[in-house]
């Protein structure tokens, strides 16, 4: 009886939805996503927050001496004592963390150890050189994965199939900075075609160097990185292509004397297309990933770089400045994926309204 009661109740919410116009339910579905996502946000910072804290609070590693380095031997117990007590390590792990979360509260991230500058200003300037990296890397993946998918899809078993699945899977399973290393020293030692290190050429300021001269350094680190992103797309888009090809109506175009590529690109395309989108916002955490090494292998000065540099050098303001940045890049790629899948899929909103109607 109460299985009945909630089947007729959940009828009666997707009645009162087929009711509502198109715009409300979207507008209630929207502010409904909203605060969803917004409060699952605040606590996911919160407890990144606490535990990048504890971890870096209990690290072998001495901030101090990572950041001095040979020099630690020529600074005295004095000295020493004076940096300590300058940023806060001579206080109680407990203390620091109240005083940090406090700050960060408010909007400040801290002061950069390494950069003697604020930790929001160094992660704004770096993120913008690595932005144009990750989003071409992005985009190539993003567009190149999903075509060989379809083809490999549309050719199950065939030679393209195979040769693309091999591809795919080689590059699912060889890491980011070999690929890097290998292209390197392809077109940029034995070729000379593009630049060896950096995001500009060495001496020169970033307002000094034109749009083209950016592009040319940023073109082998970026098809690096989308070289190994486009494994995953590719795999993701062939199986949902083939499980299209296998339905009903796609048999039914083919038996009306449509190639196998037009049934592809005319009739699965639309049931391949919004997995694939949901796919490539949700690698964003992979992106950046991959960001961090690519950077590494062609000293491209990005967040990246900053990254490694801060947690070499125990730069521990910046290091979990970049932590909480990362963790809110990846959130908001996951959210517009919900999102676009929430506008895209009617299902979504209907489901939304039923439960409000419930």
Known sequence: ???????????????????????????????????????????L??????????????SPVDPIDAYLGPAVLKVSPEQRAVIAHRWGLDEPPLKRY????????????????????SVLSVIGKRFITSFWLMLMAWTISGLLGFIMGIFAGAYESGFIDKVISIYAYTMASTPTFWVGMILLTIFSIHLGWTPVCGAWPIGMEADQVGILERIHHLLLPAVTLSLIGVAQITLHTREKTIEAMRSEYAIFARAQGESRLGTAFHRAIRNVALPAVTLQFASLGEL?????????????????????EAGY????????GIVLFSTFFVFAGNTTADFIYMIVDPRMRKRSCGKRGA
């Open 1 to 43: 009886m109460e299985l009945k009661s909630e089947l007729q109740d959940t009828a009666a919410g997707d009645l009162k939805c087929l009711r509502l116009p198109f715009l409300t339910a979207l507008l209630y579905a929207t502010a409904k996503f909203i605060c969803r996502k917004g409060a699952r946000l605040v606590l």
């Open 288 to 308: 950046f990933g991959g960001a961090v090494l690519t950077e590494q292998v062609f000293a491209y000065p990005g967040l990246g770089k900053a990254t490694v």
């Open 98 to 117: 109240e005083k940090w979360a406090g700050n960060l509260i408010q909007g400040n991230f801290g002061i950069s150890t390494i950069y003697n500058e």
């Open 45 to 58: 910072i919160a407890s990144v927050a606490t535990l990048s804290f504890i971890l870096v609070s209990f």
């Open 313 to 320: 050098r125990g730069d521990v303001p910046l290091l979990l």
